[in-house]
């Protein structure tokens, strides 16, 4: 008799967690990109080898550059571009942002603002987000994580960010940082 008290405490228990669970939407498809930051070994400095990690919508195509630290994604419907770059120096990131002023001039980013991203918290970790309006509109964010700096510029036509800007909101916590030993 006793055995069967706890049986049905914990069947109502289960029940009433199971209920008390919000329904959560199904997470977004994304497809895992990597990209590759190598560097020689330098006085005082050892080399770096490191893979960074993101997961992009899925259905966006594109391709490494041969330099194995950018890729560019275009969507599915011609509307726009996912640019992902990787650096260890913030003076590496000029040449991708010279790009983007040149390839999307009628797109203006706004003045730096902080940024919550799950998982980027604490010494070294944050996430830096410039909003994109123009023509063309989407985000621009820098992602700092284990002294790497993740640049994920999203233009697309203003039709398409409504529903973009979510899924990109998820697949920043996406970001891994990996050392590849020797």
């Known amino acids: 008799m006793h055995s069967s008290r706890w049986l049905w405490a914990l069947s109502v228990l289960l ?47 594109g391709e490494l550059e041969p330099d194995a630290r950018s890729l560019r994604f275009f969507g599915p419907e011609g509307e726009g571009v ?10 590496e990131l000029g040449g991708y942002l010279t790009e983007l002023k040149n390839n ?4 203006t980013p706004s003045p730096p603002m902080a940024m919550e991203v799950a998982g980027f918290k604490g010494m070294g ?6 909003i994109i309006t123009g023509r063309e509109v989407g985000e621009m964010v820098l992602l700092e994580k284990q002294d790497t ?17 979510p899924l990109m909101a998820k697949a ?11």
């Not at 006085?43 to 990690?53: C, E, F, K, L, S």
């Not at 999307?104 to 797109?107: F, L, Q, R, T």
């Not at 920043?172 to 020797?182: C, H, R």
């Open 104 to 107: 999307h001039p009628a797109a």
């Open 15 to 61: 029940t009433v967690n199971a209920e008390a669970k919000p329904k959560r939407e199904p997470p977004p498809v994304f497809s895992v990109k990597e990209l590759r930051l190598r560097t020689l070994a330098q006085p005082g400095q050892p080399a770096i080898d490191r893979r960074v990690r993101i997961g992009l919508p899925k259905g966006w195509t």
């Open 125 to 130: 970790q944050r996430a830096t987000r410039f």
């Open 149 to 165: 700096i993740v640049l994920v510029a999203t233009i697309v036509d203003p039709e398409s960010w409504a529903a973009l800007q």
């Open 172 to 182: 920043y916590p996406t970001v891994e940082i990996i050392n590849v030993g020797k």
């Open 82 to 91: 996912i640019l992902v770059a990787a650096a260890l120096h913030p003076s």
